[in-house]
């Protein structure tokens, strides 16, 4: 069974810049989160879609979006990039809103 | 609102000597502990969850058990392969279908 895959696995931007990112997740999983982890912060929680509809954001600015399509897959977008934004992006599947979260390897963003 | 905090920060081992991580948390009602692996670089792994109070679950070398106020990952005769950073989150029951909220993690290095 393929787990969550996530593209791509590195990222160069530059700051004021945007950039997308991609999560397929685990097959028959509808719920997608994202995570931002940073050394300081640990994980912090994103947003969350379920079927196509956000069911839960975090504290994050308006500059983080997200969307889920018909298959599952997620895009997280980040627009007008900011140094601070460098982080570890990280996606995480579950059958439900209940169950344990599947997570990807991972989207390394440097922002310059 | 919810909480997680872990302890300690950072562990040193040498291989062979047991000890214990600790995962204090905060809700108002507890739908499920998760216990996760992360290596460097890479995404969370999954290791357990746990439901309620009293219920232990078994990996390897790995054991994790919970309270109601706390849980434990007991570690026995860990070797150099179990160095990683060791993440703790928790899902409120009582708040619809929130996302996990993570603790900052332990980072626990086995030396050879």
């Known amino acids: 069974k393929a787990g969550v895959t996530q593209t791509p696995r590195y990222l160069i931007k530059t700051r004021g810049q945007q950039v997308t990112l991609s999560c397929s997740p685990i097959?028959?999983?509808?719920?997608v989160s994202w995570y931002q982890q940073t050394p300081g912060q640990g994980l912090q929680f994103l947003f969350e879609y379920f079927s196509e509809t956000q069911r839960n954001k975090g504290n994050f600015p308006g500059r983080f979006s997200g969307r889920q399509f018909s298959n599952s897959r997620s895009e997280m977008n980040v627009s007008t990039l900011e140094l601070g934004d460098s982080a570890l992006y990280l996606c995480?599947?579950?059958?439900?809103?209940?169950?344990?979260?599947?997570f990807g390897q991972g989207t390394r963003l440097t922002v310059v | 609102e919810d909480q997680v905090t872990q302890s300690p920060e950072a562990l040193r081992l040498q291989e062979g000597e047991s000890s214990s991580l600790n995962c204090s948390y905060t809700v108002s009602g507890l739908r499920g502990l998760f216990w996760y692996r992360q290596d460097p670089g890479k995404g969370p792994e999954f290791l357990f969850t746990l439901y309620s109070a009293g219920e232990e679950k078994e990996k390897e070398r790995l054991k994790a058990t919970l309270t109601k106020k706390e849980s434990f990952l007991h570690i026995t005769a860990p070797k150099p392969e179990d160095s990683a950073t060791y993440l703790c989150?928790?899902?409120?029951?009582?708040?619809?279908?929130?996302?996990?909220?993570f603790g900052k993690g332990t980072r626990l290095s086995v030396i050879a």
């Open positions: 989150a928790v899902q409120d029951r009582n708040s619809g279908n929130t996302p996990l909220v």
């Open positions: 097959s028959g999983h509808r719920s």
């Open positions: 995480a599947s579950r059958y439900g809103g209940w169950t344990e979260a599947f």
